[in-house]
């Protein structure tokens, strides 16, 4: 069995990476909306992210009450795997598929577009 002195720690950066990434997904896309035409993925990333931020706090206290909040941190996990998930898969269409420079946003740089898209992986 791994001790809880290693695996607290450890699991409190990854938290924290996690936390950090949808904090940055925010304000790449918030950039997005504020300067440029948003679409719905657009949309979909800012919700996403914004609702990451609030929703993983209590995530930053599980490796020291692992009794008391694992019942609320495995399925809000669960669920926002998915939503990171869904949100990397409309990136990875707007960006990867044909001219990253016309898709959502049409204008934005193309370098700014691939970091939210990376960050959005992390997120996950």
Not at 7 to 17: D, G, I, K, N
Not at 111 to 118: H, I, P, R
Request: charged share 10%; net charge positive; glycine share 2%.
């Amino acid at each position: 069995m791994v001790s809880t002195a290693i695996t607290r720690p450890a699991s409190l950066v990854v938290r924290f990476m996690q936390w950090s990434s949808a904090v940055i997904v925010m304000g790449i896309t918030s950039y997005f909306i504020n300067k440029w035409p948003h679409t719905q993925h657009t949309i979909y990333w800012e919700v996403i992210s914004t609702m990451s931020v609030v929703f993983f706090l209590p995530a930053f206290l599980s490796p020291f009450m692992p009794t008391r909040l694992s019942r609320f941190v495995l399925p809000i996990d669960v669920i926002f795997s998915y939503l990171w998930l869904t949100a990397f898969i409309f990136a990875a269409q707007d960006y990867n598929w044909h001219n990253c420079a016309v898709n959502a946003p049409p204008g934005a740089s193309c370098a700014l577009k691939k970091a939210n898209e990376s960050f959005i992986f992390l997120a996950l």
